[in-house]
């Protein structure tokens, strides 16, 4: 049923949930933060809105792989709220999909069985599962791959097959750490793209982080920089830059994406000269 649906395109996909966090601060047991007593995170408000696409950035060790855990239900936080579709994040849910810089796939698998692991594990049958995975496979280009296994692909296309799992369960909110921090940049542009396309097709929440500046400008519709550690919301720059970028061949030489990329650059440099300047300090 759920096969047929996505095979035909007749119904939408769900669009994705509303995520925020209330106030949320996470320390970690002492002993194990230098400078600040183990707070990593302190007040930290955001919303994202049901279905869109918002990047995260920082300064390194801000606290942005936390703030995923957090969202993801794998740690709790110290205080604060963090709700996903209005309900409290309790623990891990397969309803939040999770990307991470090693597309960690079972190597004794093949790129099929990879990808219906998931389904399957929450209850799919075979067919519905195969169906699902096969779909969101050759969306991503890996079509021909099905039954190749992990170290008969390239490092891009096993990240595909790492967004192909994660997609599969049709999650209400894909979280993406780094992705791609392995790739190089010309495979690093093309799966980017195929991240888009992925994003503009199903319309769940995606957030994602990056240290490319750049690249979380062309990704989202709003780049989020945290201050350093501890790390809170510094600012919120909204991207106005056409949905479908990937079909923009010049959009990364325009004066608009130039002068989007220099302002979250301009944000990022202060928060980093500003942690500097504290850690002089004490
Ligand atoms: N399990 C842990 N136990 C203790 N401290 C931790 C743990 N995980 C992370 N930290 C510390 O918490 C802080 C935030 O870490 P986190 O990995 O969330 O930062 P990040 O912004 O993702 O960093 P990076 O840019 O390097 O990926 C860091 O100072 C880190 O050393
Ligand atoms: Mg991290």
Redesign the pocket.
């Known amino acids: 049923m759920v096969a047929t649906a996505i095979a035909s395109q007749e119904t939408p996909l769900s669009l994705g949930s509303e995520v925020e966090l209330l106030g949320v601060s996470k320390s970690?047991p002492k002993g194990?933060?230098r400078e600040t007593g183990g707070l990593?995170l302190s007040h930290v408000h955001l919303r994202l809105e049901p279905g869109s696409f918002v990047s995260l950035v920082?300064p390194?060790?801000?606290?942005?792989?936390?703030?995923l855990r957090l969202l993801a239900g794998l740690e709790a936080p110290s205080a604060g709220h963090v709700r996903v579709g209005g309900q409290s994040v309790q623990g891990p849910s397969p309803r939040r999909g999770i990307i991470f810089q090693d597309a960690n796939l079972f190597p004794w698998l093949s790129v099929l069985k990879n990808t219906t692991f998931g389904p399957l594990s929450v209850g799919a049958s075979p067919g519905e599962a195969e169906a699902r995975a096969t779909h969101w496979l050759t969306f991503l280009g890996l079509g021909k791959f099905l039954h190749r296994y992990p170290h008969e692909l390239s490092g891009g296309m096993q990240q595909r097959v790492a967004i192909a799992r994660a997609i599969v369960n049709e999650p209400e909110l894909l979280l993406a750490d780094?992705p791609f921090g392995g790739l190089d940049w010309i495979t690093r542009e093309l799966v980017c793209d195929e991240l888009l396309r992925l994003w503009h097709t199903t319309r769940k929440t995606f957030l994602y982080?990056t240290?490319a500046l750049e690249e979380a400008v062309y990704v989202s519709q709003r780049v989020v920089i945290l201050s350093a550690?501890p790390?809170t919301v510094a600012r919120v720059i909204e991207v106005n830059l056409p949905e479908q970028r990937w079909a923009h061949a010049d959009l990364r030489f325009t004066p608009e994406y130039a002068r989007l990329v220099e302002e979250v650059r301009e944000v990022f440099a202060e928060q980093t000269a500003l942690a500097a300047s504290v850690r002089a300090h004490v």
Not at 60 to 67: A, E, F, I, N, S
């Open positions: 970690r194990t933060g990593v920082g390194g060790g801000c606290g942005k792989t936390t703030l780094e982080v240290h550690r790390g």
